[in-house]
């Protein structure tokens, strides 16, 4: 095997802080808005494809505008080393999220070119659509049609100027009944790797660059209905009450004590109060609940704790309680082969690393249905995402690229899974 030189880290940069450009709102504090299929979002995508075209990468993209850029390894029949992410954004988004993982991408394989390096296995760099959902509130579209798991009703999702996806595909130049032409066959992809920034600040508080992930959460969420009675809030003794509102607080209170004891997260994210006066008192409470846990079993634990307690303060305070479920995605663990090789890229830069579970959800969570699974995570600053404020530093980015681009090598040289 080659030795391989460092990725150039003000390369890198200059393409993060040329992408943060597209989408950018008038002043710093708007931060970059490029929600899924919106022109600045064109624009980005076709900023990559230059990218990727200036690095020698065979170009295409899929019927969903998944973006591909395909380095041809020496034996093209063997299974695609896959990586990348996605440059998406919410509403007043960041400039590192997903962008890190498909411009480090580039400069992983741009390096290796340019060292002289074809890896064995074929490298596909990919830039998925719709990551963040914020549009059509769904997600992970990009790399749920790669995944086979879209059917047509994700066509009749509309963004809140009410037009479908099946409008916005169609002004975008796509032909949307052609989306399951995205699906890709397992047998075709033998590892997919992503690096992300981490957005939470375990990273910063251990002082360490970069983190290796073991498991993705998944995400299940609630739409919790509570039905008390609306009544005077002066000639309404509390003894008498079905105040709606006092239910959702102890009810808010057993989503933590659940998350607490099974060593998951809960939040109650959005909550509305009816009929909202105040001299009423509420009669109609209705909230979500996000719940994450790297096993499944004990995220199902404190579900059923939580549908437990909402029981019991039924009970207790004559209201009812009426629990949706609205999104249930099964965590997912990380390849122990995957990880090896990030830790052996890591030993050999002298880039010290930390273990650790991904709270947020990434394409890496669709795309383990499909293949093996690993994933980067890279430093953010105070934690913060999903705000102009999102930071990661230009060292920070260069050494997440560094082990990007070392486990992509050890991954495409791999011998055993020629199958
Ligand atoms: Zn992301």
């Known amino acids: 095997m080659q030795t391989m030189t460092g990725i150039d880290q003000l390369r890198l940069w200059r393409t993060l802080m040329d992408l943060r450009q597209i989408g950018a709102g008038a002043t710093e504090a ?61 509403i007043r988004g960041g400039a590192f999220d997903g962008t890190l993982g498909v411009l480090g991408a580039i ?18 760099i990919v830039s ?18 790669l995944a086979g798991k879209l059917d047509d009703r ?14 916005v595909l169609t002004k975008a130049g796509y032909e949307p009944s052609a989306y399951p032409k995205a699906k890709r066959d397992s047998r075709e992809i033998g590892a997919f790797l992503e690096m992300h920034i981490e957005q939470g600040r375990v ?31 002066g000639a309404t003794p509390m003894a008498i009450r079905k105040d709606a509102s006092l239910a959702m607080a102890e009810a808010m209170l057993a989503v933590e004590e659940a998350a607490v004891t099974h060593g998951g997260v809960g939040t109650v994210g959005s909550l509305k109060v009816k009929p909202g006066g105040i001299n009423i008192i509420p009669g109609e409470v209705v909230f979500t609940v996000d719940m994450r846990h790297g096993d499944t079993t004990l995220r199902d634990r404190m579900l059923t704790d939580i549908e437990a307690s909402f029981s019991a303060i039924a009970g207790k305070r004559g209201v009812s ?37 991904c709270g947020a959800g990434h394409d890496a969570l669709i795309m383990s249905t499909v293949t093996r699974m690993g994933m980067i995570l890279v430093r953010s600053q105070d934690g913060i995402s999903h ?27 791999e011998r055993g899974d020629e199958a």
């Open 30 to 90: 708007d931060g970059i808005t490029r929600l899924a299929f919106s022109p600045p979002e064109l624009e980005a995508k076709a900023y990559i494809r230059v990218l990727m075209e200036e690095c020698g990468l065979d170009v295409y993209t899929d019927a969903v505008g998944n973006v591909f850029g395909v380095y041809q390894g020496r034996e093209p029949d063997l299974p695609v080393i896959m990586t990348g992410s996605h440059v998406d954004s919410v």
């Open 107 to 124: 400069e992983a394989v741009r390096t290796m070119k340019e060292a002289g390096i074809r890896p064995r296995r074929t490298i596909e």
């Open 128 to 145: 998925f659509s719709d990551e963040e959902g914020t549009r059509f509130g769904a997600g992970y579209m990009g790399s749920k049609a």
């Open 154 to 167: 994700f066509l009749t999702l509309t963004d809140q100027e009410g037009e479908s996806y099946e409008t």
């Open 203 to 233: 990273l910063e508080e251990a002082d360490i660059a970069a983190g290796i992930v073991t498991t993705i959460q998944g995400p299940l969420w609630l739409q919790v209905t509570i039905e008390g009675a609306a009544d005077h809030a």
């Open 321 to 357: 309680f009426k629990t949706l479920v609205t999104k249930k995605e099964p965590p997912a663990t990380c390849s122990e082969d995957i990880r090896a090789s990030i830790h052996q890229a890591a030993n050999t830069c002298g880039i010290p690393v930390k273990d650790m579970p």
């Open 387 to 413: 705000n102009p404020q999102e930071w990661t530093s230009q060292e920070d980015c260069a050494k997440g690229t560094e082990l990007l681009m070392r486990t992509l090598h050890s991954l495409a040289e």
